[in-house]
């Protein structure tokens, strides 16, 4: 708030200055006096309009879906709790994913970056990155950050896949945090790769940030196990069973669910519009129409804790919806 107090401090001084110089001429003393005003608004919005004030939940809860675009989710009967989570909160109809497939999107998420990547190939070997990325971050601000991946066998699994049950799968390209796994720099310890059975049920001791990765049976992207529809309710199904508990314990407990997809079913590179939800106590249930992506969302991420921008992609946080 300090530098939002300069234009009125450079008003008042600048006042003072031109009374002493024109007091006897009051026409100039005017003129001089709205010149100086219009230039102080200018100091005003570039100071404060451009700073914008984020809140600090005490918990985020960041979940991804799969290959769906906005048409299909929002307003469909097949996701009636996603439908809910969006009167509920703030639903942003311009969300957009960053590229195609799905692996750069969540790289994107979580680091700012796509890593040079541009497909799905397991990434098993090829690291872990030293780039800087979200959970790196939160630990070195001493805030803390898990993934929960449904289906992960064990604490620090980092193979390519796991599968119980057919068509039920984990799949890594889904979990980017494994992708640092490593005590170099920007290196996550093996603890912050959880199965989603280690999601807590005692919502206080979850960390400050957290990602939940349905397995592919559960995230809408195995089609072919009983058709689109069916991938959706499924979904749409698991969220309620798996993450309603949260988001109501939420609104009394000052955090907040981030829900989105990874990208659209199009394959298209010029519009990639997926479905994005913040619901919380501190966002304002609207639609909101601002232009965002998976950058601006990480950025919003960093912006309510205080932490340093990942990767380059020079988004700033989202404004606009909060209360």
Known sequence: MVE????LLFIMISNLIIFKNNSKNPIMHKTSFLIISLFAAGLYFISCK????????????????????????????????????AKEGTLFTNSEAVTHPSQPNYLALFSGSTQDVDGDACLFGKGPYTTPNLGAALLKARYTFKGYSETLPEVGFL????????????????????DWQGDQENGLPDSVNQPMTDFPTDFRKLPNVSFVIPN???????????????????????????????????????????????????????????????????????????????????????????????????????????K
Not at 159 to 178: L, V
Request: charged content about 20%.
């Open 4 to 7: 939002c107090l300069a234009p």
């Open 50 to 85: 451009s700073n914008i004030k984020l809140p600090k939940p005490l918990h985020i809860v960041v979940v991804v879906e799969e290959n769906h675009g906005y048409d299909q989710i929002i307003g469909s009967e097949n996701a009636p709790y996603i439908n809910q989570l």
């Open 159 to 178: 193979d390519c896949s796991y599968q119980e049950k057919e068509g039920y799968n984990y799949a890594r390209k889904h979990n980017p945090w494994a």
């Open 216 to 322: 592919e049976g559960n995230d809408m992207h195995n089609i072919d196990l009983d058709g689109d529809t069916g991938a959706i309710k499924r979904g749409d199904q698991w969220l309620k069973d798996h993450l309603s508990g949260y988001v109501k314990w939420a609104k009394k407990n000052n955090s907040l669910l981030i829900l989105t997809f990874d990208e659209d079913q199009k394959a298209s590179m010029f519009h990639n519009h997926i479905a994005t939800i913040f619901a919380g106590p501190m966002v304002k249930r609207e639609l909101n129409s601002s232009a965002i992506n998976h950058y601006s969302v990480l950025r919003t991420i960093e912006g309510m804790y205080h932490l340093p921008p990942s990767g380059n992609a020079g988004e700033k946080a989202i404004e606009g919806m909060w």
